[in-house]
């Protein structure tokens, strides 16, 4: 392994707040930290709920807006669409969110992050519309570029066999195709409702290819398609609706 892509084997995930985050090592929503993740504020309150896909969001969020107050509500082992299926951590998790937490906070936004796959988005809307009961608007984060192998790994063994192409197209073909699918369908049902924001973060960074590097320098993925701090940075800066939230 070239020395340029050892890091990504073992990636410091600085963006991940542990207490906000539930998982297979943290999967007992006991473990979650209400007071920490979802605390008050004089600011104004975005609330990011999601899997993994949305714990990529929260430093850069938190970093990018400091007048915003960031709330998280995070778990792996569902996808956090209504009705509730999935890991007990998680879905423990989502009935707090749903049934006790929003009911009882108005919010001004509500971001929504989750690696879905194509059968995962029948109950995608009516999630939406629950949500938009107790939030005056939704900004959902379509799906980030996939690699298969991760990207650091089409680099690395490029450039050991001393790969003289265009490494942006070699990378390029190891997109997985389903991802910008699923976006389409998100986008689509996402048309005409009320309320709802939808981002397609293909749209935005692959015109027509995905980059491999973000503004800081840094891969924009670590592994098969979480985001590297600087590509979560990258890709929340050019979502203007954040940015207009007063």
């Known amino acids: 392994m070239f020395s340029e892509f050892q890091k990504y084997e073992n990636y410091n ?4 707040r542990p207490s906000c985050f539930l998982s297979s090592d943290r999967d007992d929503f006991l473990m979650f930290r209400i007071d920490e993740c979802l605390a008050k504020s004089v600011k104004k309150s975005v609330l990011l709920i999601g899997n993994s896909h949305a714990a990529q969001f929260s430093q850069a969020m938190i970093d990018s807006f400091p007048k915003l107050n960031i709330m998280q509500a995070n778990s792996s082992g569902c996808t956090g669409f209504l009705p509730l299926k999935g890991q007990k951590h998680c879905v423990d998790l989502f009935n707090y969110i749903y049934n006790d937490f929003l009911p009882n906070h108005h919010l001004s936004f509500v971001v929504i992050s989750t690696r879905l796959k194509i059968g995962d988005v029948d109950n995608y809307i009516d999630t939406v519309k629950y949500i938009l009961r107790y939030t005056d608007n939704v900004l959902v984060i379509g799906p980030v570029p996939e690699y298969n192998p991760a990207m650091y790994q089409t680099l690395a063994r490029a450039k050991s066999f001393k790969f003289s192409g265009n490494y942006v197209k070699l990378v390029n073909k190891s997109l997985v195709e389903e991802r910008f699918e699923l976006d389409r369908i998100l986008k689509r049902m996402s048309n005409g409702v009320a309320g709802l924001e939808y981002f397609s973060v293909l749209d935005s960074i692959c015109k027509p290819d995905c980059p ?3 503004e800081a ?3 924009f993925s670590f592994d ?6 600087s590509g979560a940075i990258d890709v929340i800066n050019a979502i203007e609706l954040l940015g207009d939230i007063k």
Not at 13 to 16: C, F, G, T, V
């Open 13 to 16: 995930i600085k963006y991940l």
């Open 224 to 229: 098969y398609g979480h985001l590297t701090y």
């Open 217 to 219: 320098g840094e891969l």
């Open 212 to 214: 491999l590097y973000t």
